[in-house]
């Protein structure tokens, strides 16, 4: 990290030197800026109108999260069918989801669940590119790259890399997911998520005394002097625009909003532990100018057990979501934050001999709140016996037009791919028109 040392001895409650956090934020964002970063902000600023100033948070369930279990119980399928742990009531009147949701149950009428999304890939991996690109990848499971950039690093692409005046970097990864599917593919390296446990924050290890930080050379020339490392990759000029990433970050006085303790031992307690408090930590980020905020919470692939997994693994995520929904909405962020739940597909509709469900892509699980939209309802229908939908499917293209007008991102968006042409970032999604 960068250490700027002062004689001050005033500590703040994350253990911080307050005085020397003044004087760093003193600086300005736009003191210490590499022509990398001030580029890709005059560039996305030249490519057409102002972007809202809203944010996504992405609640990936790894594994695959089951359909039934989760928002679309079927109590009337034969029983091999239905939910495994029964149902409960939500706030919506006739509408029931999995009996392990309790307090999801209780904020139904702000969420909106999609019992209709859809897509045709049943691999980990490809089901992973599928739902965070909008596009399918049959080569990715056998080992083949990404080809398409993830949500997160397309809003990085088009709002710049950082938050004009806090720092924020645009894009953060709580937790990655798997195989680089949330980077940036074509894009460049540069969009990709921010990772706050990673190496962008580790590379910069700078100790400059109080009385020097004001000589902006010797600050250039010390970042200068850091060791690196040849990478024809080039994956070395996107650590550069990383760690700029970093520093800005601390000049823009944004790191508290990393720092969860600096919010109420109520409020803590109300999110909970693991994934509650990486929620908690997702709203701090977007509060502070954050684009598009992923976590990860794994554990979701059950081909056996699954009654007795989903009633370990629910409470936790059923805690986190009811007070991440509750808060945005009591702090008036309900317009600005959409928070998005889902995972890499669905789950068999029939219990298995081991008493779990294997993979299943045609009917996937999706549940959204915030950012604008109309909730308090069931969007989509899916068969009798939970295997497909009803109603007209919901894509992953869909899914990412809505969130790119949450976002206020051109549907029209084109970036050039390795083949050196201009492609589309979405070609046929369309918003979910209920949501509107």
């Not at 109590?75 to 919506?92: C, F, I």
Request: with cysteine.
């Amino acid at each position: 990290m960068l250490s700027i040392l002062s004689d001050s001895r005033s500590r703040d409650c994350a253990g911080m030197l307050r005085r020397d956090f003044l004087k760093v934020g003193a600086l300005g964002a736009g003191a210490l800026t590499l022509p990398g970063l001030l580029a890709a902000r005059a560039e996305a600023k030249a490519q057409g109108k102002p972007v809202k100033d809203t944010a996504i948070v992405w609640v990936w369930l790894a594994g695959g999260p089951t359909q039934m279990e989760t928002f679309d119980p079927h109590m009337n399928a034969p029983v091999e069918y239905r939910s495994t742990t029964g149902h409960v009531r939500t706030k919506l009147p006739g509408v029931t989801i999995g009996g392990t949701f309790p307090k999801i149950a209780r904020v139904a009428d702000k969420m909106a669940f999609v019992r209709s999304f859809a897509h045709n890939n049943s691999g980990h991996v490809g089901g992973t590119h599928f739902v965070n690109t909008g596009y399918d990848n049959r080569n990715i499971d056998n080992g083949g790259a990404p080809a398409r950039p993830a949500l997160g690093a397309i809003v990085s692409r088009v709002r710049g890399t950082n938050h004009r005046v806090t720092g924020m970097p645009t894009y953060v990864a709580l937790n990655r997911l798997r195989s680089g599917i949330d980077g940036p593919a074509f894009l460049g390296t540069s969009y990709g998520p921010f990772d706050p446990k990673g190496q962008a924050l580790k590379n910069l290890s700078l100790a400059v005394p109080e009385k020097r930080v004001g000589d902006r050379r010797f600050l250039l020339a010390s970042l200068d002097r850091l060791k690196r490392e040849a990478d024809a990759t080039g994956a070395m000029t996107g650590m550069d625009r990383f760690e700029q990433q970093a520093f800005d970050l601390v000049l823009g006085g944004a790191p508290a909003a990393f720092n969860i303790k600096q919010e109420s031992s109520k409020t803590r307690a109300r999110y909970g532990k693991g994934i509650g408090e990486q929620l908690l930590q997702a709203r701090r980020l977007c509060e502070a100018g954050c684009g598009f905020v992923t976590l990860s919470y794994n554990g979701w692939d059950m081909h056996n057990g699954i009654e007795k997994r989903m009633k370990q693994r629910s409470p936790s995520l059923d805690q986190a979501i009811a007070a991440f929904v509750d808060d945005i909405h009591q702090r008036g962020l309900s317009d600005r934050i959409m928070l998005v739940i889902t995972g890499e597909f669905g789950r068999t509709p029939k219990v298995n001999g081991k008493g779990g469900r294997d993979h299943w892509a045609p009917l996937s699980t999706l549940a959204v709140s915030g950012g604008g939209l109309k909730t308090g309802q069931v969007v989509g229908e899916s068969m009798p016996k939970g295997d497909v939908p009803k109603s007209v499917p919901i894509r992953p293209q869909d899914l990412m037009a809505t969130v790119f007008d949450v976002l206020g991102i051109d549907r029209q968006t084109q970036f050039i791919s390795n083949a050196g042409r201009p492609v589309y970032m979405i070609e046929d999604g369309e918003p979910i028109a209920e949501l509107l």
